[in-house]
């Protein structure tokens, strides 16, 4: 299993380094990234224009706290077909964005 979530953590890492509107810091031991998305002042309305926008549902980084603010929270733990398709929607709607 730890090797399965690995792979999955580099496919999103990967992805999400070469996105310039975001700020990674690459996981330890947990199946989530929390990227920071420069600019971002209303995580709250960022996820919800990317649910209606791309179908694709991200927690906003204000749930974890004031600290939080400006992020979003991507988990790894669905399939690796899955994965490639939400990074495609992410970069899609930050290229608009």
């Known amino acids: 299993i730890k090797s399965v979530y690995g792979k999955k953590r580099k496919i ?9 509107k ?3 810091i690459w996981t330890k031991g947990a199946y989530y990234f929390f990227p ?3 600019g971002l002042t209303d995580s709250l309305r960022f996820c919800d224009e990317i649910m209606q926008k791309q179908q694709l549902a991200v927690s906003p980084g204000s749930e974890f706290g004031p600290g939080g603010e ?9 399939s690796e077909d899955e994965i490639h398709e939400g990074m495609r929607r992410l ?3 930050l290229n608009d964005y």
Do not use: A, E, S
């Not at 999103?12 to 310039?20: E, H, R």
């Open 12 to 20: 999103m890492g990967d992805y999400l380094m070469k996105i310039p």
């Open 70 to 78: 400006g992020c979003i929270r991507l988990c790894f733990g669905k």
């Open 91 to 93: 970069q899609n709607f």
């Open 36 to 38: 920071r998305v420069l």
């Open 22 to 24: 975001l700020q990674t």
